[in-house]
C-alpha cells in the first residue's frame, strides 16, 4: 500500500512541476501578436510631464489587449520642473522630455521624431499636464496655443491613414488644436462642486472648433479618435483605471486587430 501512494504522490508532484513549468514558460516568452500601438509621452509627473498613473493604465490594459508597445517622446527640454512635493516650479532646473520620459518607459522609449504611422495601427496619448506643457502651449496659451511639430505630424498622420487615436485627462485638447471637427470629451462642462476641478476646458475645446462631449468615454468613429477623462475628475484610482481601460479596449477594436 505505501509503495502504491509513495509512486501516486510521485506522479502528482510530477504533474505539479510540469504545470508549473509551463506557466512559467508562457509568462517569459509570451510573444504579442496584436495590435501595434505607439504611446506618446510628455515627461514623467503629474505637473510637469505624463501622469505616471495613466501611462501605467494604459500599458497594463494594451498588455491585456496583446498589443505590441512602443513609447516615444520629443527630445526637447520640459516648460518647466515642478517640485511635486511643494507644487511649485524648482528654480534653476531643467530636465529632458525624452530622458524624463525613459523613467516610465524602462528605457524602451524612442525620440518621436522616429514615429511613423505606417508602423503602427494606433497611437494613444496619456494626460498629465505635460502634455498642456510640453507637447503643446495650452497650459499659457489656451485656445491660442501651438502644438509640438511632431506631435502635430503624428495626429495628422495616424488620422490622414484611418488608424485610430486615443487621448486621456488633459491631452484631447492636442486632438482638438490640430483635427478640426472632431469630437471629444474631457468629462463635464461644469466643476460640481469641485469634482471636475478642470471643467473649464471643455469651452476652450470648443473654442478650438472641436465638439466636446459629455462622456466617460467617447469614440469619434468618424475620426477614429477615442476620449477619457482620467484625472479630469477628483475620483478614486479604480475607477480611472477602468475608465483608461475602456478607451484602450475601444482604440485596439478600432484598430481592427
Known amino acids: 500500500m505505501f509503495a502504491v501512494r509513495s509512486v501516486a504522490s510521485k506522479s502528482y508532484l510530477s504533474l505539479i512541476k510540469h504545470r508549473a513549468l509551463s506557466v512559467g514558460l508562457l509568462h517569459s516568452s509570451g510573444n504579442c501578436y496584436g495590435a501595434k500601438v505607439a504611446v506618446v509621452l510628455s515627461g514623467c509627473g503629474v505637473y510637469d510631464g505624463?501622469?505616471?498613473?495613466?501611462?501605467?493604465?494604459?500599458?497594463?490594459?494594451l498588455s491585456r489587449g496583446g498589443a505590441d508597445t512602443q513609447?516615444?517622446?520629443?527630445?526637447?527640454?520640459?516648460?518647466?520642473?515642478?517640485?511635486?512635493?511643494?507644487?511649485?516650479?524648482?528654480?534653476?532646473?531643467?530636465?529632458?522630455v525624452l530622458s524624463e520620459s525613459a523613467r516610465i518607459a524602462r528605457g524602451n522609449i524612442a525620440d518621436l521624431a522616429q514615429l511613423n504611422a505606417s508602423n503602427h495601427?494606433?497611437?494613444?496619448?496619456?494626460?498629465g499636464f505635460g502634455a498642456a506643457k510640453n507637447l503643446s502651449t495650452f497650459a499659457v496659451d489656451g485656445k491660442d496655443c501651438k502644438v509640438n511639430h511632431d506631435v502635430d505630424r503624428v495626429l495628422k498622420d495616424f488620422h490622414k491613414?484611418?488608424?485610430?487615436?486615443?487621448?486621456?485627462?488633459?491631452?484631447?485638447?492636442?486632438?482638438?488644436?490640430?483635427?478640426?471637427?472632431?469630437?471629444?470629451?474631457?468629462g463635464h462642462e461644469e466643476e460640481e462642486?469641485?469634482?471636475w476641478p478642470y471643467a473649464g476646458t471643455a469651452q476652450a475645446i470648443t473654442a478650438l472648433g472641436a465638439k466636446h462631449c459629455v462622456k466617460e468615454v467617447h469614440v469619434d468613429q468618424k475620426n477614429k479618435?477615442?476620449?477619457?477623462?482620467?484625472?479630469?475628475?477628483?475620483?478614486?484610482?479604480?475607477?480611472?483605471?477602468?475608465?483608461?481601460g475602456a478607451m484602450v479596449k475601444e482604440v485596439l477594436r478600432l484598430s481592427g486587430k
Request: aromatic residues 6%.
Open 193 to 195: 462642486g469641485g469634482k
Open 50 to 61: 505624463t501622469e505616471i498613473h495613466e501611462a501605467s493604465a494604459i500599458l497594463v490594459h
Open 71 to 96: 513609447m516615444y517622446a520629443p527630445n526637447i527640454f520640459q516648460m518647466h520642473v515642478i517640485d511635486h512635493s511643494k507644487g511649485q516650479p524648482a528654480e534653476k532646473e531643467s530636465r529632458n
Open 225 to 244: 479618435v477615442v476620449t477619457s477623462p482620467a484625472f479630469m475628475c477628483e475620483t478614486k484610482l479604480h475607477l480611472i483605471f477602468d475608465g483608461i
Open 161 to 186: 491613414a484611418g488608424k485610430p487615436i486615443g487621448l486621456c485627462c488633459i491631452s484631447p485638447v492636442l486632438a482638438a488644436k490640430v483635427l478640426p471637427g472632431v469630437e471629444v470629451t474631457v
Open 121 to 127: 495601427d494606433a497611437v494613444i496619448f496619456p494626460g
